[in-house]
């Protein structure tokens, strides 16, 4: 068997020096070769797809999670069943040992869970050649020049990577070598835990949700935290100004980002600070929804996996194009931001017509922001004309309730939007593990039609 290591260096070189594309019409004819392939060779080896000969992706459905998750079966190309797929997945997440795999030897697939509200759980097949690619490709995106010399340098001490996420897989722990040294931080257990094993291993690359970043750049802001990474890579949650200058603050560094989902690597920031979308990667449709294309909803199909077919999968995330094309040249398409859910969007009536007017996340962060210092952490429900505010205050908490009430009437007025109710609460942190989602939309005002 060939050693992890060298077939990790050979997607490393590959996709950092070889699928560099400065062309659309180049990176255009690369998807689609890959396209072709995967159609040709890999398509008909899951039971969804048998008997099909498609000629172009148009050509197939479109599908999603809950597709995905009812038809599990048909959608893998080893004949795996959703039980045996979620037990392997729960028992990991329990035991909180995430080094169990489905079957034996070579062909063993790495199986993980996927984060989502109870109803909402995904379960993920990852084969080794997969895990490999995967870790090759993510190194290559995320390093920066200072750190891939350092990584190159046999002598040099290894890159220490600490990762905090709800859960580690195998995934991750691929990353391990003898040049990379990575350190899972559980993030049930929170920040605590983590500051004297830092303080100990002094990481160079800090990874994880916005939120923990912040919590871990308070540490150090108060002294408790002594580490200095050059690093900072932010994950799984969207990156917002006020948590990249917090972080900035305390370690001296801009926050890259990385889109990563289970259903695939998505995107990354480049030297720029503009994220791009990982398309030499995966192929991915814009589905636009507005008729100027500012944004869209991806549908999303990764040509190289072979074990979970991702194909024309629509994702549930709104991104925001950029208005201006990257100074670093790359042709992968710039986004300007992920917007966060489908289900982030708050939807109201418009004031003269009743029709119903889409409120993207960033809006009401915006506003939030305007507010002024006085409002430190906020999360706001919408149900249906009532909008629920949890609100922590630094210091006077009326004039934090005033300010905010400002801000969102402005932002109503501009857009030309019946104002709804405000009803304010005591912010409560989340859950140590759970995802922070400060906007959402738990039900749609009766009688609106809320479709983009
Ligand atoms: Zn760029």
């Not at 079966?73 to 392997?88: P, S, W």
């Not at 063993?108 to 490709?137: K, P, Q, Y």
């Not at 400060?438 to 009766?446: G, K, N, Y």
């Amino acid at each position: 068997m060939i050693p992890d290591a060298l077939i990790m260096a050979v997607h490393f070189t590959r996709t950092r020096w070889q699928l560099d594309f400065r062309e659309r019409s180049k990176l255009e004819a690369w998807q689609q070769a890959g396209i072709q392939r995967f159609l040709r060779e890999v398509l008909p080896r899951a039971p969804r797809f048998q008997g099909l000969s498609p000629r172009s992706l148009a050509e197939l459905p479109t599908m999603d999670k809950a597709a995905m998750m009812a038809n599990f079966h048909d959608y893998n190309t080893h004949g795996v069943q959703l039980d045996a797929a979620f037990d392997i997945g729960f028992r990991a997440e329990n035991s909180r040992d995430f080094a169990p795999m489905l079957g034996a030897g070579p062909n063993a697939l790495t199986v993980g869970l996927s984060s989502g509200t109870s109803g909402n759980r995904g379960v993920f097949l990852v084969s080794r050649a997969e895990r490999l690619r995967w870790a090759g490709i993510l190194l290559a995106r995320a390093l920066p020049q200072h750190l891939l010399k350092r990584l190159l340098t046999p002598w040099a001490p290894p890159l220490r990577i600490a990762f905090f996420l709800r859960a580690n897989s195998n995934l991750y722990t691929t990353l391990n070598s003898r040049r990379i040294d990575f350190a899972f931080h559980d993030l049930l257990l929170g920040v605590e835990p983590a500051v004297p094993r830092m303080n100990a291993s002094q990481p160079d690359i800090l990874v994880g949700p916005p939120s923990l970043l912040r919590a871990l750049a308070a540490e150090a802001q108060a002294g408790r935290l002594r580490i200095r990474p050059s690093h900072v890579i932010s994950v799984a949650e969207v990156l917002e100004t006020q948590d990249a200058e917090a972080i900035r603050a305390a370690f001296g560094v801009a926050t890259h980002q990385l889109y990563q989902a289970t259903e695939g690597f998505l995107g990354y920031t480049c030297e720029h600070g503009t994220l791009h979308l990982n398309e030499s990667c995966v192929h991915i449709e814009p589905e636009w929804l507005d008729a100027e294309r500012t944004r869209f909803q991806p549908v999303i199909t990764d040509f190289t996996r072979e074990t979970q077919l991702i194909v024309r999968y629509r994702l549930n995330d709104v991104l925001r194009v950029a208005p201006q094309p990257c100074p670093c040249g790359r042709a992968e398409r710039a986004i300007d931001a992920i917007e966060g859910r489908a289900d982030e969007v708050l939807w109201l009536p418009e004031r003269d017509s009743g029709k119903a007017e889409a409120i993207y996340p960033d809006l009401i962060r915006r506003a939030m922001l305007f507010a002024g210092p006085t409002v430190r952490e906020f999360e706001l429900t919408q149900s249906g004309m009532t909008l629920h505010i949890g609100l922590l205050a630094e210091g006077d908490r009326a004039e934090a309730i005033s300010c905010v009430s400002t801000q969102l009437d402005l932002l109503w007025r501009t857009m030309n939007i019946q104002p709804p109710t405000l009803a304010f609460t005591d912010w409560q942190p989340a859950q140590p593990g759970v995802k922070r989602r400060r906007v959402r939309m738990a039900q749609a005002p009766e009688g609106l039609k809320c479709t983009f």
